[in-house]
């Protein structure tokens, strides 16, 4: 039920900049560059600027419409359309999910802060910037301290309420941070290496697919647009019946496949060519290089490492904000009391992912995955990074299609935004088949070719 109390966004502006600072963060400045790195540049970066248009958009749009519709996060949303059912589970999922993500996203983003405060205070100039790297990762304390410090802001943000907090936030520094790193890239293209950077990261090859290639497109298509947890369904439910969702949910795809593709235009030209090891370091190695040769680098590297704190906070906001959502929408508890649960529960699942790169050894190589060893954060990514991501993107589908039925989203979806109506054409065959069956057949075949992964 629509409760006339549930709060909503300021103006669309607001929406879209609060959308877009769920999608854009960590995945796509951190986490993109590397997976294109692993996964062989050019063609890899083709099959996902594929994937986010006719996958993730689709996708994008079905969880704004339920969202806006039901006025529900993700749980109470399956409850409201299927009361009693077992559709609940999608919700379930979602929140799982979500605090699944927030646990290592957290341990990562604990990294941004301190490279804040180590351009601050020290600079990154006389050191190998990957020796100093690993040694950080390494120590328990600092990994510790520093996952608890931004746990502890997220909720912090996450109490202070929809309006107040996530909205102004993003409202001011998005833009900043686009134009940082418009200047970065501009200065990467001037490198010595630049070119052969770009024909790496731009030019496809077919000798570059792998078997694993198609997996980690999808996944982080998902993860990088927030999608398969409801986390844009439950910001949809936030807005307004006014505001025109089909225009809203484009231009947040959009910014969020633009800033991921500038940041790969930032470190391939540094690298110059294909990463000789692409793994969660790369950009943190290859930036702090970068600003070490850069005339005022130490104050553009501060502002930057400042940027990315913020834009994962951006996204932590809205990973912490579906369970939270949950509780307080189905158990009646309190903002406060309901993020300090989720938070405090995600603090202890976050402990062996701060501990796995290089604190513990045995929590550091478990598995190898796509070629490459994983620890225990490795692992929590794949698992609910990729695979829970891409589980709940097709469940959001088929009970749309089965359950909720395409025509009722559709009719919430151009709801205000009737001359749009025409992209049905073209939204209808890719929910009903093309979406599904992509996600599927990845799917199976991980499951039945048990050899995908290693
Ligand atoms: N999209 C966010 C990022 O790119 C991460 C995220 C995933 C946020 C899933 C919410 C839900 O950093």
């Given at each position: ?364 190589s478990i598995i190898k995955i796509g070629?490459e060893e994983k620890g225990f954060?490795g692992i929590?990514?794949f ?70 992964l290693s």
């Amino acid at each position: 039920m629509s409760s006339p109390s549930r709060e909503q966004w300021n103006s669309s502006l607001g929406f879209i900049l609060a959308a877009a600072g769920s999608a854009i963060g960590l995945g796509n400045i951190w986490r993109f560059p590397y997976i294109t790195g692993q996964n062989g540049g050019g063609s890899f970066v083709l099959l996902y600027l594929i994937i986010v248009f006719t996958i993730g958009l689709p996708v994008m749009y079905l969880e704004l419409s339920t969202g806006r519709f039901t006025q529900r996060g993700p749980v109470g949303a399956m409850e409201k359309l299927a009361p009693g059912s077992f559709w609940k589970i999608i919700g379930y999922l979602a929140v799982i999910t979500g605090i699944g993500i927030l646990s290592y996203y957290s341990v990562v983003a604990g990294w941004t802060i301190w490279y804040f405060i180590k351009a601050i205070f020290q600079g990154f100039g006389g050191e190998n910037t990957g020796t100093a790297f690993s040694q950080f990762v390494a120590s328990a304390p600092h990994q510790l301290v520093l996952l608890g410090v931004f746990l502890g802001l997220t909720t912090g943000i996450v109490i202070s309420g929809i309006k107040g907090g996530i909205e102004k936030i993003s409202m001011i520094l998005m833009p900043v941070l686009f134009l940082l790193m418009i200047g970065l890239i501009i200065y990467a293209l001037t490198l010595d290496n630049a070119a052969a950077g770009l024909k790496y990261y731009l030019i496809p090859k077919t000798s570059d697919f792998t078997k694993t290639t198609f997996i980690f497109a999808l996944g982080q298509a998902f993860f990088s647009l927030s999608l398969g947890m409801g986390a844009m369904l439950t910001y949809g439910s936030y807005l307004s019946k006014k505001e025109n969702l089909v225009k809203a949910g484009f231009l947040v795809v959009l910014f969020d496949t633009l800033i991921a593709i500038m940041a790969g235009l930032i470190i391939f030209p540094v690298i110059g060519g294909a990463p000789e090891k692409a793994g969660a370091g790369l950009v943190f190695v290859v930036i702090t290089e970068l600003f070490c040769t850069l005339p005022g680098g130490r104050i553009l590297g501060a502002l930057f490492f400042l940027l990315l704190t913020i834009a994962a906070l951006t996204s932590t906001i809205s990973l912490l904000e579906v369970a939270a959502s949950w509780l307080m929408d189905e158990y009646k508890m309190v903002r406060k009391k309901a993020a300090l649960i989720v938070s405090g529960i995600t603090f202890v699942i976050a402990i062996p992912s701060a501990l796995s790169l290089g604190a513990s050894k045995s929590l550091s190589s478990i598995i190898k995955i796509g070629g490459e060893e994983k620890g225990f954060l490795g692992i929590m990514d794949f698992l609910f990074g990729n695979l829970s991501l891409a589980i709940g993107g097709l469940l959001i589908i088929i009970f749309v299609v089965f359950k909720w039925k395409l025509k009722n989203a559709e009719d919430e979806l151009y709801h205000n935004a009737d001359r749009f109506r025409f992209l049905s054409l073209i939204m209808k065959p890719l929910i009903w088949f093309a979406a599904p069956a992509a996600i599927m057949v990845v799917l199976g075949f991980m499951l039945f070719t048990g050899k995908t992964l290693s």
